[in-house]
């Protein structure tokens, strides 16, 4: 299940439609069903809350006012570490290459 602070993309009608944060899932009376308050990544920023069942928080296909809604959780890229270039090395055609990461440590 999407969980807060995850990406999740909404689908209207099969389509895409906007991003949007998982800001908080409280639990509804009802038995799995929450409250799930998303901040839509759209200009301008807008917050709603949605009750939905588990399931669809987890990306299965319900409806609002008739139409079909579904949330995608948005996969995180894994973490890329920066190449670092040495600061000293000069390219081919005399230039020198300055290590940005090596600027950050001074």
Do not use: C
């Not at 009608?13 to 409250?35: G, M, Q, T, V």
């Not at 296909?61 to 600061?87: C, I, N, S, Y």
């Amino acid at each position: 299940m999407a969980v807060e602070n995850d990406l999740v993309l909404i689908h209207y009608e099969d389509n895409p439609l906007s991003f949007a944060r998982i800001e908080e899932i409280l639990a509804d009376h009802k038995p799995d069903w929450y409250h799930v308050r998303l901040l839509l990544l759209q200009a301008p920023l807008r917050e709603v809350t949605w009750i939905l069942r588990a399931a669809y928080i987890d990306g299965e296909t319900f409806t609002m006012d008739g139409k079909k809604m579904r949330l995608e959780l948005v996969q995180r890229l894994p973490k890329e570490k920066p190449a670092v270039v040495e600061a000293s090395r000069s390219d081919k055609e005399g230039g020198k290459v300055i290590s940005l990461a090596a600027m950050k440590k001074r």
